[in-house]
């Protein structure tokens, strides 16, 4: 079974601060983990994923295999950022993928 | 063009009544999902079709029926609507079932 783990449902940063969201993941085989970000009255979208090994409006994320983690993380946060954000995975098994996502965490940045 | 549209938006109902929502996508994907967002931003995955053949069926109660046409439209059947149903019901598409999802908007469902 393949289950993602986001401990924070909320978190309150200031501008300016870094920022860490934390994931974790439980998955037998070679997953492939996903950032999902939801604004406000807005649709989810794709934030980063991790075969990408890229940084998107500031954040990176970095597959850890050895601690089973996806954190997602931003030097210097900003206002635009409070959203809603999932970690996600898709196994790499069987015929059927399924995207599983986290139950998301909450960040506000406050001015 | 928005590219995963879903209709309506909001959609006030009474517990005993049957409801659909329309999903349509035009990026050519092959894959369509309906997800369900509860009360606490809990995202679930209810379906998948892959080319309008079903390949994800969650423990869904079977008053909910998918239905897909055409690979570009996935709609959803509720039946016999009960308060629990109420949440936001979000579409999606991707390429294959190992790419990057792509949302609509949601369907803000509310029964009474």
């Known amino acids: 079974a393949q289950r993602v783990t986001q401990p924070e449902k909320l978190l309150s940063v200031f501008k300016g601060a870094p920022v860490e969201l934390k994931c974790n993941y439980s998955?037998?085989?070679?997953?492939?983990l996903f950032w999902y970000v939801q604004y406000s009255r807005q649709r989810l979208q794709l934030l980063l994923r991790?075969?990408s090994r890229e940084s998107i409006k500031g954040f990176t994320a970095d597959l850890n295999k050895g601690e089973t983690s996806f954190h997602l993380k931003k030097p210097f946060a900003q206002e635009e950022d409070s959203a809603m954000y999932y970690c996600?995975?898709?196994?790499?098994?069987?015929?059927?993928?399924?995207?599983?996502f986290g139950k998301g965490t909450l960040l506000t940045v406050n001015p | 063009d928005t590219a995963v549209s879903q209709t309506p938006k909001y959609l006030v109902t009474q517990m005993g009544n049957d409801k659909s929502i329309k999903c349509e996508q035009n990026?050519?994907?092959?894959?369509m999902y309906w997800y369900k967002q509860d009360s606490k931003k809990f995202l679930k995955i209810m379906f998948s079709?892959?080319?309008?053949?079903?390949?994800i069926n969650e423990t869904v109660p079977n008053r909910f029926s998918p239905k897909s046409p055409d690979k570009a439209h996935l709609n959803l059947h509720i039946n016999s609507l009960e308060l629990g149903d109420s949440a936001v019901y979000f579409c999606?598409?991707?390429?294959?079932?190992?790419?990057?999802?792509?949302f609509g908007n949601g369907t803000r469902l509310t029964v009474t």
């Open positions: 999606a598409s991707s390429q294959t079932s190992r790419t990057p999802l792509h």
């Open positions: 998955y037998s085989g070679s997953p492939e």
């Open positions: 991790h075969i």
């Open positions: 996600a995975l898709i196994g790499s098994g069987g015929s059927n993928y399924k995207l599983t």
């Open positions: 990026l050519g994907h092959d894959t």
């Open positions: 079709y892959n080319n309008k053949e079903l390949i």
